[in-house]
C-alpha cells in the first residue's frame, strides 16, 4: 500500500500550466477553402459551439459560477473527445450598475473596480482549470468591444428598427435610471435597488422587438430549449386574438382604437376606460367640471404598481372624463372613464367595458352605478365569463352563439369601417436607453440644422469619457462633460451635441456570442463566414433567470441582423439547458445570512476536481442542490481512493495503454463487464445532463476495482483505473490526467471517447439461484430474455450444481422462470 497521499495542491497547477503553455484550449477559425460555405446541419457539423452565459464581474465570482462553467466545461470535453473542434470561450459582461453604484460611493472609476473584479475572475476560471480557449476573450466594456455595439446599433437606426419617442417611463428614484419592464418585479419594485418605481415622461430610444412578436413565438419551435423556459416566453409575449375597434369621440373629433378578445359582447359595452399614462387623459378632462380631479388622479395612479392595479380584489377607483364615446355597434354615447386598472401596457390603453362579461369591469360598474347589460346567455351570476346564445345585442345576433357571433360581429365591423380582427401581443419595444454613466455610449448627435444625426461608422467607438461625477442627477453623468457632449454634425458641420443617455447592459450581452467566433477582428464586428461555422451556439447554459430577458433579447437581435443580411441563421442558441440554484441550509446564499461558500476557499481546501465533482454529483444539474460540507469530503475520499490505486498499479507495472486481457475469466471478466458497463453509463448521462450518475458509475466501478484487486489481473486493473480516469476527466480534469498519464503515459484529453465493447455489455442480466434437490448450490448470472432451456443449461453449468450432481440421475427440472431452476434427482 501506498504511503503517498492525493494532493490536489500540487496535481492541479502541473496540469493548468501544461494548458496554459500549450493553448491546449484554443481553436483557430478555419479560413478560406476550409470554412464552409452554407450553414451545417447540426448533426454533421465538426465544429462544436458550448457556450455558458457570460459573467457579470462583481467581486469574486461565486459559487453559482462554478457550478455553471462545471457543467459547460463536462460538455466542452465530451465534445472535444467524440473529435469535434470545440469552440469554448469566456468573457465579461462588465457595463452596468454595480461596478457604477460603486463608483458613487467610493469615487473608485468602474474601470478600475471593474478590471479587478476580472482579474479575479480569470484567476479563478485557471485554478478551476475550465477549458476555456483564452484568446477570445472579451469584455463588454472595452472600446473594441462596444465599437461593434454602437455599430449594430447604427445598422438598426438605419433599418428603422431603433427609434426615439417620448413615452411614460418606469424610473427609479433611487438609481435615478429609467428601467426596462423586465427590470421592475411583480410589485413595482426595481429589481436591482427594490425601491418603488416611479412614472416619468421622457424621450427614450426603443428597439423595435414588438416587429419580431410573431416569429419570437413561432421559432420556438424550431429550438431545443426546455419547455418551462419556452412557456416563459410565450407568456410574456402574450399573444392574443381578438378584434380591434374604433370608439369616436364626437366632441373633440378623435377616434380611440381598442383592441378587446371579446367583440362577442360589444353590444353590452356601457362605459369606456383609459389609462392614467394615456397621453389623451389630460387633454380629454381639460375645460370639462372634472379637469382638477382627472388631473390628481392621474399623479397618484401613476407610482401604483401594475400588480396592484390589476389587482382583482382591490376596490377599483376612477374618475370620470366628463366625455362620451360612440359604441360603433349601436351608436349609444357611453361615459368615459380613467381608471388605473385599466394598464398602458395592454392593448392600447382604452378599453371598452362590459360589466356584465367582465369581472372588473363589473366591479367597477358597481362602484359607480354604471349600467350593466347581459348580452351572453348562461349562468345565474354576473359577471359571467362563459359561452352562451346571444340576447339584447342585435336581431341579426340575438340568439347566435357568441362564439359564432364573434367572427359575424368582427366581419360586420370590417365591414362598416369600424374594426377589424386583430393580434395583441402583451410585448412591448425594448427601451434600451440609460441615464447612467457606465454603459455603452448612444452613436448619434444633435444638430440644430440636420437634427439627429449617426456618428459616422469611420468615427466609432464614440469612447465614454472620464467624469469626475456619478453622482446621478435625473440625467446622464455624461451631460456634464461638456468637452465631450459637443461636437460637429456630422453631417453639415455645423456645431452639435453628444446623446448622454447610454445603452441598456441587455443590448451588450445580446450578441457577444456572435463576436467569441471572430474576436480579434478588426475590421468587422465578424466575418460572416468564420459565423457559419460556430453558430448556432450548439449548447448555451445559464441560469433560468433570463428566461425572458437576456434570452428574448438575443433571439430577437439575431433575427434583426439576420433580415439585415448581416447573419444567414435566426436562432442563436439551437440547445439550452438551465442549471439550477446552489442553496446553503435550505436558503439562498447572502452575506447577510451569512452561509455563502467561497469557491476560492473550496478550491483552496480540496482541489478543484473535489469542487467540481461535487457540485454536479450533488443533484441532477437542472435541479436546486444544498451545498454539504459533508457531501464534499465524500466526493473528496473517492477521487483520493481513485488517486491511490492508481498510484499503486504504477508502483508495480509500466504505463502503457491497456484494453484489458484477451480472454478474462472470473474476477477479470467481472471487472471487464463492470469497466465497459461504466462506459456506456457515463457515455448515456453525458448526454443528457446526468453528470450525478455518470459520477456514481465511476465510484462504483473504482469500488469494484478495490473489492476484486487481490484477484484481479494487473493489466485488468490498470485498464479499469485508466478507464475510470478517461471518464471523470470532464468532472474532473486535472486527475483525470494525472491518473491516465501514470497508468498510459498518455494525455487523456487527446484520447478519443472510450467506447463500450458489446462483448462485455451484458444485456439485462439476473442472478439465477440454482437448486439441487430442493438445495440452494449456486447462483449464476443468466440473461434476463434467456428461455426455459437456456436457464437449465446455465444451471446444470454452474460449477457447484455440477458438483452436487456427480454419481446421481436427473429426473427432470422444475424451472422459476426470472428466478431459479431446481433439478429433481434420484
Ligand atoms: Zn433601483
Ligand atoms: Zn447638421
Known sequence: MSERRYEPGTIEPRWQQIWERERTWEVPNRSGLDAPSIPQPAAERESAYVLEMLPYPSGEPHIGHLKVYSVGDAIAHYERRLGRRVLHPMGYDSFGLPAENHAIKTGEHPRDSTAASIASFQRQFRSWGISIDWSRELATHEPAYYRWTQWIFLQLLRAGLAYRREAAVKWCPNDQTVLANEQVDADGHCERCGALVEVRQLEQWFLSITDYAERLLSDLGSIEWPEHVKTMQRNWIGRSEGAEVTFRCEEIDVDYQVFTTRPDTLFGATFFVMAPEHPDVVRLSAGTEHEQAVREYVNRSLTESNEDRGNLEKPKTGVPLGRTVTNPVNGEQIPMYVADYVLMEYGTGAIMAVPAHDERDHAFAVQYGLPIRRVVEGGDELPYGGDGPLTNSHPDFDGMHNRQALSAIVDWLQREGKGHASVNYRLRDWLVSRQRYWGCPIPVVYCERCGMVPVDEADLPVRLPDVDDYQPKGRSPLAAAEDWVRTKCPQCGAPARRETDTMDTFVDSSWYFLRYCDASNDGAAWDPSVLRDWMPVDQY???????????????????????????????????????????????????????????????????????????????????????SDEGLEGVYRFLSRLWRIAADIADIRTPAATDGPENPIDADLELMRKTHWAIEKVSGDLRRFAFNTAIAAVMELVNDCYRLREQADIETLAFAISSAASLLFPFAPHLGSEVYEMLVGERVWEQPWPAGDERYLAREEFELVCQVAGKVRDRVMVPSDADEQALIDACLAAPNVKSHLEGREIVRSIVVPGRLVNVVVR
Open 541 to 627: 447554459i445559464g441560469g433560468v433567470e433570463h428566461a425572458i430577458l437576456h434570452l428574448m433579447y438575443a433571439r430577437f437581435l439575431t433575427k434583426a441582423l439576420h433580415d439585415l443580411e448581416l447573419l444567414d441563421f435566426e436562432e442563436p442558441f439551437r440547445a439550452l439547458f438551465t442549471q439550477g440554484m446552489v442553496t446553503k441550509d435550505g436558503a439562498k446564499m447572502s452575506k447577510s445570512k451569512g452561509n455563502v461558500v467561497s469557491p476560492a476557499a473550496i478550491v483552496e481546501r480540496v482541489g478543484a476536481d473535489a469542487a467540481r465533482c461535487y457540485i454536479l454529483f450533488i443533484g441532477p444539474p437542472d435541479q436546486d442542490i444544498d451545498w
